[in-house]
């Protein structure tokens, strides 16, 4: 048979790997011992062979003609693989445990996320295929996770050690993920407002752009940690000058400072070549007009530029996402306070219960974006 996509032939390849050679699962008896692997054959037996049913048409994608039809077929059969691997774990799990609450855990092993990582690649890959606009593919995606969603809640994960440790620390999790939310937020505001002035700046003042995109490059190649280390002393220092205003080398104002710096240049950009993509017929059109410059800015040129704008409004607020794990180091919170106790304690699912969210945190922050982004493009102009 004629292969028809080489991608889905590699992926199945490397999960064929990872299901004979990984264990699914890995069960010790504490959290801090290592545990013995699990393979998936040893799980599959009895009624359990049923779950291997949404494998199927995986198996069989690289010989699948790329019609609408097997594309549909190929990201449900990925979602329901994802959730029948995730409930077999779960079940697993509880059979493990014997319905006691005892110091055993059963963790998620390498085959898992091995398989997990894969069997989502291949559904993103039959999604694409379908074509369509980004804001449908974008909640097709976050629609690839809804069995799994009804798993988690339904309680039938709860043995597994990653949500034993939820359990464990369940204020902290809430804790650390208003704090997220927190450092995400307040960094959007002064990043986006910043960086578009200073890339409406670049377009009208173009001798200025090498000084100011060499600095901002600069900036955005300063590793995170070294960053936010160099703005503990001077931030301590404003805050003895001013013992009011809340400054201190540690904590909330350092960590919002360095993630708002680092969102500069992604909009910086943006803004300048959502400016320059704005053909000079239609500024002519608009000064022929009468236009003044303000109404030019708001009625033309803010408008055909906004979806470049919102591009880059996205970049910073993954980035901003995936830096504010590091915030931790300096007393801001966030998840990363989770993962850093988790690593200081030699406890992996504490480590990922820490990072799962950070994760799931940017996929859902860049399907809110890309369906922004789709309706702008079918809205009014």
Known sequence: MTVRNPVPLLLVGLMLLAAWTLPLL??????????????????????????????????????????RGCCVLLASAASLWLAALTGLAGAEAARLAGGADTLARTSLGGGYWALFILGALLANDALRRLGGAGGRLALAQLALYLPLLWLLLSGRLEALSLLKEYANHRDSFDEALGRHLQLVGLTLLPAGVGGAALGLWAFCRPRARGVLFAALNIVQTVPSLALFGLLIAPLAALGRLLPGSGLAGIGLPPALLALTLYGLLPMARSTLAGLQQIPDGVLEAARGMGLSAGQRWRRVELPLALPVLISGLRVTAIQAVGLAQLAALIGAGGFGAIMFQG??????????????????????????????????????R
């Open 26 to 67: 890995s069960h010790a008896p504490n959290r801090l011992l290592s545990g013995r692997g699990i393979q998936l054959a040893t799980l599959l037996h009895g009624p359990r062979l049923l779950l291997l049913l949404p494998a199927v048409p995986l198996l069989a994608a690289p010989w699948l003609p790329p019609r």
């Open 343 to 380: 690593l200081s304690g030699s406890a992996l699912d504490l480590v990922l219960l820490g990072v799962i969210p950070v994760v799931a945190l940017a996929v859902a922050v860049d399907a809110l974006f890309k369906l922004l982004l789709s309706l702008l493009e079918v809205g009014p």
